[in-house]
């Protein structure tokens, strides 16, 4: 069954929009962590943030931010102002503490187009 | 952070051959994992690169196709043997450190002809 659900396949927006990521997961660990991923064009995979599952607290870094919502299993990723440099794939990710400490579970993600 | 470096960074094969992807992490760390990523997919998780020891393969991947080898905690290897078209992927090598964040390598583009 799949843990991590990204709905959105695609979502296009005009440069200055801000756009938000949806992610849905489901475990039945009380301890796990959730991860964003950014995978540009070239292919390579850049780490943007991990979290907790005991650490409900939003979080903000630049233009990026976190919503996390354990009630509704969800932690949804804005980027606020998108830039033509934010085209890419943005993957969410689970790991859970049943399993061993980095093997994480991707969503399909979602490929973000930013126009100028 | 830690820096990962893949070599090659992509190749192109003939079917039935096998090519290694190496893997090397700038720092030592305690996990090493391979994950594979088919075109215009997720990534999926091949297997735990256990240092000393067999790896640990998911479900769905076996060590005689995909043989993984951890000398020490700085490196690791993967082979992809008796290649097809179907192994045409992204491989990509990712370590956890001690902070908490995993990061990966920059990805093996591998093309099977």
């Known amino acids: 069954a799949q843990k991590v659900t990204q709905a959105q396949t695609e979502i296009s927006v005009v440069e200055k929009e801000d756009v938000t990521l949806d992610c849905v997961y489901e475990t039945r660990d009380t301890t796990y962590y959730l991860f964003w991923y950014k995978q540009p064009p070239s292919g390579e995979l850049v780490f943007l943030i991990r979290?907790?599952?005991?650490?409900?607290q939003n979080e903000i870094s630049g233009r990026y931010s976190w919503n996390f919502q354990k009630s509704t299993s969800s932690f949804n990723f804005t980027i606020t102002a998108s830039q033509v440099v934010d085209s890419a794939v943005y993957f969410c990710?689970?790991?859970?503490?049943?399993?061993?400490?980095?093997?994480?579970?991707f969503g399909a993600g979602t490929q973000v187009v930013v126009t100028p | 952070s830690a820096v990962i470096s893949q070599k090659p960074s992509r190749d192109i094969c003939q079917r039935g051959t096998s090519l290694t992807i190496q893997c090397q992490v700038d720092s030592q760390v305690t996990m090493m994992f391979w994950y594979r990523q088919q075109p215009g997919q997720s990534l999926t998780l091949i297997a735990t690169?256990?240092?000393?020891?067999?790896?640990?393969?998911e479900s769905g991947f076996v060590i005689d196709k995909f043989p993984i080898s951890r000398p020490n905690l700085t490196f690791s290897t993967l082979t992809v043997s008796n290649m097809s078209p179907e192994d045409s992927s992204i491989y990509l090598c990712s370590a956890a450190v001690g902070t908490g964040e995993l990061f990966f390598g920059e990805g093996s583009r591998l093309t099977v002809l």
């Open positions: 690169a256990n240092q000393g020891s067999e790896a640990t393969y």
């Open positions: 979290r907790n599952s005991f650490d409900e």
């Open positions: 990710a689970l790991s859970e503490l049943a399993d061993s400490w980095g093997k994480l579970q």
